[in-house]
């Protein structure tokens, strides 16, 4: 009687870890790291006791994260330097984590809707505060009275509500994944409910989240965060009729050029992407800046020399192959500020080469797959909010990245260890 007591409890404990790091996610990934070891131990725990430990090696999305932290581990071998590459390997010490913690998961739905509003929790919290924080910081109390000047006192050229100024400590571009996966979240609600009040409420936190992409001023995130929104839109009223579906889908396109033009980080980068494709010199240097990313896509081949393709040059010279081609090329910006790739793919071919980026491309695939043999609009999502970060971001250079990567997807894929019937959309 008190065994099977205890087992509730820690049972109990077990699926609120999930939820508490649900919700640390967009809050603080320090807190997150703290959950994980919470998390984990109520894992190892649950699978002492009935003896599902096997079950990883049966779980090919498991197996698919922990070899690809091998593969980065392997590649301390033929490293100059450890401790760069030690602490990269560190960082991605959640796809070994993460899969043992999800070991005892069982998706029913009642658990997934509760981790999904902690996160939707979290998420709301911090883009609450980064508004509140900003107002405050741009509101003054002068003799004249009150005064709103979102503009830092010495640097005039820099807003409160703008880019990282309005997100920190947070990366704009990764906070506003979170972002774009709460648009996800929200739009399944919306699909599900049909009373209009709760709809009504659904669509303007749906509306606060783009507001919240629009001052983080990520290009990336407001591109992706307008793209999820069109999709989910057409997931929503797809069998509403052509028409419907046509209006809809115009509106929303016509608002989401609207954001992508009045924003002034956004706007100004189209408008100098002609230029740097005509070869037209740029005056303006953080507009060069801006597109140093495509210069370090046209030469980073020259980093691998023989066939190191096909084994990278280590996660330890990861850097320092990188910032070698950077001043062979002069491409000056990327030199001074020791870049990454800015392209997951690119980063872990440099890596780990050709192995290292099949497994990374087989880990997105195998989503990919299940979500179209499944018609799970989540899963695909999110997946395609992954990649197309994945393409402009090296991601997983980052822990918060990682964890958010990689915590989700084990979540959505986790679904299909059961019956469709149990699944969650």
Same mark, same amino acid.
């Given at each position: 009687?008190?065994?099977?007591?205890?087992?509730?409890?820690?049972?109990?404990?077990?699926?609120?870890?999930?939820?508490?790091?649900?919700?640390?996610?967009?809050?603080?990934?320090?807190?997150?790291l703290y959950v994980i070891g919470l998390a984990l131990v109520l894992s190892v725990w649950k699978v002492s006791i009935s003896g599902r430990l096997k079950m990883i090696f049966q779980k090919k999305v498991n197996l698919g994260f922990i070899l690809f932290w091998f593969i980065h581990a392997v590649s301390l071998i033929y490293s100059s330097d450890l401790n760069y590459g030690l602490n990269d390997v560190f960082q991605k010490l959640s796809m070994v984590l993460l899969p043992i913690i999800f070991l005892p998961f069982v998706p029913e739905a009642q658990v997934t809707e509760r981790i999904k509003k902690w996160f939707l929790t979290g998420l709301f919290g911090a883009?609450?505060?980064?508004?509140?924080?900003?107002?405050?910081?741009?509101?003054?109390?002068?003799?004249?009275?009150?005064?709103?000047?979102?503009?830092?006192?010495?640097?005039?050229?820099?807003?409160?509500?703008?880019?990282?100024?309005?997100?920190?400590?947070?990366?704009?571009?990764?906070?506003?994944?979170?972002?774009?996966?709460?648009?996800?979240?929200?739009?399944?609600?919306?699909?599900?409910?049909?009373?209009?009040?709760?709809?009504?409420?659904?669509?303007?936190?749906?509306?606060?989240?783009?507001?919240?992409?629009?001052?983080?001023?990520?290009?990336?995130?407001?591109?992706?965060?307008? !793209? +999820?929104? #069109?999709?989910?839109?057409?997931?929503?009223?797809?069998?509403?009729? /052509?028409?419907?579906?046509? $209006?809809? *889908?115009?509106?929303?396109?016509?608002?989401?050029?609207?954001?992508?033009?009045?924003?002034?980080?956004?706007?100004?980068?189209?408008?100098?992407?002609?230029?740097?494709?005509?070869?037209?010199?740029?005056?303006?240097?953080?507009?060069?800046?801006?597109?140093?990313?495509?210069?370090?896509?046209?030469?980073?081949?020259?980093?691998?020399?023989?066939?190191?393709?096909?084994?990278?040059?280590?996660?330890?010279?990861?850097?320092?192959?990188?910032?070698?081609?950077?001043?062979?090329?002069?491409?000056?910006?990327?030199?001074?500020?020791?870049?990454?790739?800015?392209?997951?793919?690119?980063?872990?071919?440099?890596?780990?080469?050709?192995?290292?980026? !099949? +497994?990374? #491309?087989?880990?997105?695939?195998?989503?990919?797959?299940?979500?179209? /043999?499944?018609?799970?609009? $989540?899963? *695909?999502?999110?997946?395609?909010?992954?990649?197309?970060?994945?393409?402009?971001?090296?991601?997983?250079?980052?822990?918060?990245?990682?964890?958010?990567?990689?915590?989700?997807?084990?979540?959505?894929?986790?679904?299909?260890?059961?019956?469709?019937?149990?699944?969650?959309?």
């Open positions: 009687m008190m065994k099977g007591k205890y087992k509730g409890i820690l049972n109990q404990l077990y699926y609120f870890s999930l939820c508490l790091l649900a919700f640390t996610i967009p809050v603080s990934y320090r807190i997150s883009s609450f505060f980064f508004l509140v924080r900003a107002l405050i910081l741009s509101t003054h109390f002068t003799p004249e009275g009150v005064t709103f000047k979102p503009n830092p006192s010495g640097v005039p050229w820099e807003n409160y509500f703008f880019y990282v100024r309005f997100v920190e400590p947070f990366h704009p571009t990764y906070f506003s994944m979170y972002l774009s996966l709460g648009i996800v979240f929200i739009a399944s609600y919306v699909k599900k409910i049909k009373e209009i009040k709760s709809r009504a409420l659904y669509y303007l936190a749906w509306i606060f989240l783009l507001v919240i992409v629009f001052f983080t001023s990520s290009r990336i995130g407001i591109l992706v965060s307008v !793209l +999820i929104s #069109l999709i989910a839109t057409f997931w929503i009223i797809k069998r509403r009729g /052509k028409l419907v579906v046509a $209006v809809v *889908l115009t509106f929303f396109t016509v608002v989401g050029g609207l954001i992508l033009h009045k924003n002034e980080r956004v706007g100004t980068s189209i408008n100098q992407l002609d230029e740097y494709f005509q070869g037209k010199e740029m005056e303006n240097e953080l507009a060069r800046n801006s597109f140093v990313r495509f210069d370090i896509w046209r030469n980073f081949t020259d980093v691998f020399q023989d066939n190191s393709i096909f084994t990278g040059v280590g996660v330890g010279d990861v850097k320092r192959a990188l910032v070698q081609v950077y001043e062979k090329k002069g491409i000056e910006s990327a030199y001074q500020n020791q870049l990454n790739a800015h392209n997951q793919f690119i980063q872990t071919l440099v890596a780990c080469g050709v192995l290292g980026l !099949l +497994i990374l #491309l087989t880990i997105i695939g195998y989503a990919f797959w299940l979500a179209y /043999k499944s018609r799970d609009w $989540v899963l *695909l999502l999110f997946m395609l909010i992954i990649s197309i970060n994945f393409m402009f971001e090296s991601v997983l250079e980052r822990v918060f990245g990682v964890i958010f990567f990689v915590f989700f997807h084990l979540f959505f894929t986790s679904n299909f260890m059961k019956e469709p019937k149990n699944r969650v959309d």
